[in-house]
């Protein structure tokens, strides 16, 4: 049987590897994946990835599975409770932003009907393909990352500079970055 190629990073803990290959750059559309995506990607900001994978269960579980609307009315209280929860990153201005994006998310929602047909208009609705060869080509912004970071800036979001941003488009496959000998690349292709 043949080995499946994937992108580098993915290396070869199953953690990283199941991500890689059943979640990263494909496409999701469904409004409470979208915000655990974006509130995660923030709480990865000077951390590594693979830090915020092994504490996603214990976020969904402290975050109320990332409903918005339950984010957004968290009060001190509860903010005092997530900084003790020694399962997920315990850093005051991340949580402090997760509440305010649920707030600036739910604005989306009433604006637009849903965060997805907003956050997925910036590409048309249809996923950009990169044509990467190597993952040292991959960038770490775009001048589309930097529009989409300004604009959610301008709504309320926080935690969502350009860098994160992209990987967030990256994450939720709103850009296909697998490199072009990635099996998931070829599927995503198809």
Same mark, same amino acid.
């Given at each position: 049987?043949? !080995?499946?190629?994937?992108?580098?990073?993915?290396?070869?803990?199953?953690?990283?590897?199941?991500?890689? %290959?059943?979640?990263?750059?494909?496409?999701?559309?469904? %409004?409470?994946?979208?915000?655990?995506?974006?509130?995660?990607?923030?709480?990865?900001?000077?951390?590594?990835?693979?830090?915020?994978?092994?504490?996603?269960?214990?976020?969904? !579980?402290?975050?109320?599975?990332?409903?918005?609307?339950?984010?957004?009315?968290? %009060?001190?209280?509860?903010?005092?409770?997530?900084?003790? +929860?020694?399962?997920?990153?315990?850093?005051?201005? =991340?949580?402090?932003?997760?509440?305010?994006?649920?707030?600036?998310?739910?604005?989306?929602?009433? =604006?637009?009907?849903?965060?997805?047909?907003?956050?997925?208009?910036?590409? +048309?609705?249809?996923?950009?393909? +990169?044509?990467?060869?190597?993952?040292?080509?991959?960038?770490? $912004? $775009?001048?589309?990352?930097?529009?989409?970071? =300004?604009?959610?800036? =301008?709504?309320?979001?926080?935690?969502?500079?350009? $860098?994160?941003?992209?990987?967030?488009?990256?994450?939720?496959?709103?850009?296909? %970055?697998?490199? $072009? +000998?990635?099996?998931?690349?070829?599927?995503?292709?198809?």
């Amino acid at each position: 049987m043949c !080995e499946k190629i994937r992108c580098s990073w993915a290396g070869d803990l199953p953690i990283y590897v199941e991500y890689h %290959d059943q979640e990263w750059g494909r496409p999701v559309h469904e %409004d409470n994946k979208l915000f655990e995506m974006l509130i995660l990607e923030g709480m990865q900001a000077g951390l590594s990835w693979i830090t915020v994978l092994k504490k996603r269960k214990a976020f969904r !579980e402290a975050f109320d599975c990332f409903d918005p609307v339950k984010v957004s009315l968290y %009060d001190e209280e509860k903010i005092q409770e997530l900084l003790a +929860n020694e399962g997920i990153i315990r850093n005051r201005l =991340k949580v402090a932003a997760a509440v305010a994006n649920g707030k600036a998310f739910l604005k989306v929602q009433e =604006k637009y009907g849903s965060f997805d047909k907003f956050i997925w208009g910036y590409v +048309n609705y249809t996923p950009i393909r +990169n044509h990467w060869k190597k993952m040292e080509d991959i960038p770490a $912004t $775009t001048p589309l990352s930097d529009k989409i970071s =300004k604009d959610l800036k =301008k709504i309320g979001f926080k935690f969502v500079g350009s $860098t994160i941003v992209y990987a967030f488009m990256q994450a939720t496959g709103m850009v296909n %970055d697998h490199v $072009t +000998n990635c099996f998931v690349y070829q599927e995503l292709d198809r």
